[in-house]
């Protein structure tokens, strides 16, 4: 069994053939899959993809991209948490590669979460690009405020930035990133993670890995992703399913493994 840790299932590009999306990756032996809250309008979208399938679940939070027009304070974040469907916080964190939002505003969004994160004990999914230093020092001062779990999605960073997060006891999430030509530091990570600190995404309708690179991304091309890892890492594509379920239960510990499966 395979865990897509995210994805967006209430995006155009897979809600017209959800139906066939959902299949697709069951049948590529995706038993799990966390569908994500980026901005207030689409919380309600999210709520009720997982709400009509017992093996989805979702998050709610605020996108960087969304900061300067979408917010919430800590409070409100904790409130929409209650839903037993919402496993997780975010996805948010700090994207100063596109800039569509002020980066006071991003961190300040990225913060609240952090605090409604420690209130509630949910993990908080963590977006960070060309922002390795403001994004491990907000994470090691909210950290310092008291405990807080959470992991960074799409793993694009650098090796050092990684070895920050895990220092604070975050998971790495790759996605098919891990598969593309240039991405050789990234597979050097992808070799030194930490096994019971992995995880593995589609990111989808985004980064399709290779070999469907260009095409529209979606949760049954994990398993390209999974077993690229397996292969960086010298095991079988059994051990790194068995590796990346165990860890995606752990983490997010709201979630119920399907029944039968070894990780419940």
Not at 11 to 38: E, K, N, P, S, W
Not at 238 to 250: H, K, P, S
Request: charged share 25%.
């Amino acid at each position: 069994m395979l865990v897509d840790s995210h994805c967006h299932l209430d995006f155009d590009a897979l809600a017209g053939d959800r139906d066939g999306v959902l299949a697709r990756a069951r049948a590529a032996g995706v038993g799990a899959m966390l569908t994500i809250g980026t901005h207030r309008a689409n919380h309600q979208a999210v709520r009720e993809i997982a709400e009509s399938q017992p093996d989805i679940w979702c998050s709610v939070g605020i996108h960087p991209h969304e900061a300067d027009t979408d917010s919430l304070r800590a409070d409100e974040i904790v409130a929409l948490t209650k839903h037993p469907k919402v496993v997780a916080i975010g996805e948010t964190g700090l994207d100063f590669y596109y800039d569509h939002s002020d980066r006071t505003r991003q961190a300040e969004s990225f913060r609240a979460h952090c605090v409604a994160g420690r209130e509630t004990g949910l993990p908080v999914i963590v977006h960070t690009r060309n922002a390795d230093a403001d994004t491990a020092a907000i994470l090691r001062e909210e950290s310092g405020a008291g405990a807080l779990k959470g992991v960074i999605h799409c793993f694009s960073a650098t090796r050092d930035f990684a070895t920050a997060a895990l220092d604070l006891g975050f998971y790495i999430s790759l996605s098919g990133i891990v598969t593309f030509k240039n991405a050789t530091d990234i597979r050097e990570t992808a070799k030194s993670v930490p096994a019971d600190r992995l995880l593995v995404e589609t990111d989808a309708p985004y980064l399709a890995p290779v070999p469907k690179r260009g095409k529209t991304n979606e949760p049954a091309y994990v398993a390209y992703t999974a077993a690229a890892v397996a292969a960086l890492r010298g095991i079988d594509d059994a051990e790194l399913a068995a590796i990346t379920t165990a860890n995606f239960f752990r983490l997010f510990d709201r979630a119920t493994p399907p029944v039968g499966n070894p990780t419940g």
